[in-house]
């Protein structure tokens, strides 16, 4: 697990998923010296994913920001490596390799394969999607499994994968992803604070039916 090298506010940011505008102007709109981590998940679904990338890597480069890894990022990495006609058919599938094609998307295997998986600091940790419960380490795809099994033993999680139309708590649990790929808005926590910030994702979320869709099904 990654920690903080030195005190100060954090701010864990929702699934991006290709949503580069939102993100750009998120970052724009939080204080400067504090430090963000981006909860996985930047790549795919959004329509400028390469500019969403370069924007995330520049934000881990400067020191300013913690890129985690999402199923997504860890599905990508899978089909890069595998070489055959299965990886062939995911990557087929895939918005990143689409948007990037072959060379470029290849050029960032390394960097995502070295994404950490989680973030913490005092009494609070950011990853994915949760832990498995059987082990307590990060799985990027769970949900129902960690959400009725967390005995807090971690503090307070900060999680994204899931998305709703606010950022939501479930016990120890804290929500962010709020869909902004989807027509939600792009946010971010502060588990120092408590506070919420958030900027609107591809379209206004009001003439969407996402916010209708999610209300009812969603913690």
Not at 48 to 62: F, H, K, N, Y
Not at 158 to 181: E, F, K, Y
Request: with cysteine.
């Amino acid at each position: 697990m990654t920690s903080p090298s030195r005190t100060c506010h954090h701010w864990v940011i929702g699934d991006v998923h290709g949503c580069a505008d939102s993100l750009e102007r998120l970052v724009a709109e939080l204080p400067a010296r504090d430090r963000l981590v981006l909860c996985g998940d930047v790549i795919n679904r959004g329509p400028q994913i390469r500019r969403t990338m370069e924007l995330a890597w520049g934000l881990v480069d400067s020191g300013r920001a913690v890129w985690l890894k999402g199923n997504h990022e860890a599905d990508l990495v899978e089909a890069l490596r595998q070489g055959n006609w299965m990886a062939h058919r995911a990557l087929a599938g895939c918005d990143t390799y689409r948007q990037l094609g072959d060379r470029h998307t290849r050029l960032w295997q390394e960097r995502l394969e070295q994404l950490p998986c989680s973030y913490g600091g005092p009494g609070w940790v950011a990853t994915h999607a949760g832990f498995d419960p059987t082990t307590w380490e990060p799985d990027l795809s769970i949900r129902m499994p960690f959400w009725q099994s967390y005995d807090g033993r971690f503090g307070e999680v900060v999680i994204g994968h899931t998305p709703g139309p606010q950022v939501r708590r479930l016990g120890q649990i804290v929500m962010v992803d709020t869909g902004a790929c989807y027509g939600g808005e792009l946010s971010a926590y502060c588990p120092e604070t408590g506070a919420i910030h958030a900027v609107p994702g591809l379209r206004d979320r009001r003439l969407t039916p996402f916010s209708k869709q999610l209300a009812g099904c969603l913690p």
